[in-house]
């Protein structure tokens, strides 16, 4: 299993910007697909982003194209999430995940997909 901690989070306002980290341990961190999620109060959690094990192929929620960009160092074992243009809607606890399963080749993702999750960092953009 890949143990993973995710930092980066904090108050940002509407328009602005933030760069999430998750640090990755235990197993090979480069031979899994990684993702994004995030949870709103009262709400359930959702995909943000993912990106293959090589780092070739993203995928991302329609809510964020074109605004956050996922992307791995697999030297340094961590993976990021660049968020600009950031909106009150973005307010959410946001967890990284590690796929349940080594080189294995998604065309989507969900929840289900990911065995190793981290404990979350807060993203709140304020109006």
């Known amino acids: 299993q890949v143990q993973l901690v995710e930092s980066g989070g904090g108050l940002v306002q509407a328009g602005g910007s933030l760069r999430l980290s998750c640090a990755a341990s235990g197993r090979t961190f480069s031979s899994y697909n990684m993702g994004w999620f995030r949870q709103a109060p009262r709400k359930e959690r959702e995909f943000v982003a993912a990106i293959s094990w090589s780092g070739i192929r993203t995928y991302y929620a329609d809510s964020v194209k074109g605004r956050f960009t996922i992307s791995r160092d697999n030297a340094k074992n961590t993976m990021y999430l660049q968020m600009n243009s950031l909106k009150p809607e973005d307010t959410a606890v946001y967890y990284c995940?590690?796929?349940?399963?080594?080189?294995?080749?998604?065309?989507?993702?969900?929840?289900?997909?990911?065995?190793?999750w981290g404990q979350g960092t807060q993203v709140t953009v304020s109006s």
């Open positions: 995940a590690a796929d349940r399963f080594e080189y294995y080749r998604r065309t989507s993702y969900s929840a289900d997909d990911f065995g190793s």
